[in-house]
């Protein structure tokens, strides 16, 4: 059973534009809600993360907004640019685990 | 400050193996966490050690297997290849006990290890 539902599967947005992913658990447990991004080749890089006391995390162009009651957690890149363009996932995090979403392939086209 | 190394890059092993990666964190850190991905499952949590203890196990086989040294470097065995065993290893540091496992984790290039 997953865990952490991520969507969509692939994104394509105009550099400029604003990227949304979205992410969804079942766990109330889970405690700790980051998300990485990684470059082909590389291994992920933790990007922002959030803790469900707050409902939304800004870092630069990118944030985080969660919402405890739906089991939700989304992140926002704002005037997405090509170097933007890679593969970002969603975890969540209790105790003693950590699940991963499947994935998102982002693509900024110039 | 250097980063997380993991050594070999690439490995093939015939089904039936057993293969051993290494992995060594960031100064300082105490914490190293493995993972494994495949195209199929993505990314999955194998285990995490602190100060030469397996502290958290996700849901993987007796198979796999890992352990650290005094040093923080860690190594992960997997004994009796599967065709499915074909991933990507990640391995991570962390700070440890006030960083908390899962906060800023530096991930390694990781080890592409293929089975045949």
């Known amino acids: 059973q997953q865990q952490v539902k991520q969507s969509p599967q692939s994104l394509i947005v105009q550099k400029g534009g604003i990227s949304i992913i979205n992410c969804a658990y079942e766990?109330?447990?889970?405690?700790?809600f980051p998300w990485y991004q990684q470059f082909p080749g590389k291994g992920p890089a933790l990007l922002i993360a959030?803790?469900?006391?707050?409902s939304e995390k800004k870092e630069g162009r990118f944030t985080i907004s969660f919402n405890k009651s739906a089991k939700q957690f989304s992140l926002h890149i704002m005037d997405s640019q090509p170097g933007d363009s890679a593969t970002y996932f969603c975890a969540a995090a209790g105790a003693n685990n950590l699940f991963f979403g499947t994935g998102t392939r982002l693509t900024v086209i110039p | 400050k250097a980063g997380v190394t993991q050594t070999p890059r690439y490995l093939i092993k015939t089904r039936g193996q057993q293969v051993t990666l290494s992995c060594s964190p960031i100064?300082?850190?105490?914490?190293v966490s493995w993972y494994q991905q495949t195209p199929g499952q993505g990314l999955q949590f194998l285990f995490e050690y602190f100060s030469e203890t397996q502290r958290n196990k996700g849901n993987f086989p007796g198979r796999f297997s890992g352990r650290q040294f005094s040093n923080s470097r860690s190594e992960m065995n997997v004994s009796t290849l599967e065709l499915g065993d074909s991933a990507l290893y990640l391995c991570?540091?962390?700070?440890?006990?006030?960083?908390?496992?899962?906060?800023?984790?530096?991930f390694g290039p990781g080890t592409r290890l293929t089975v045949l």
């Open positions: 991570a540091s962390s700070g440890g006990v006030l960083a908390g496992v899962w906060n800023e984790q530096f």
């Open positions: 100064s300082g850190h105490r914490s």
């Open positions: 766990n109330t447990a889970f405690d700790y």
């Open positions: 959030i803790r469900p006391d707050v």
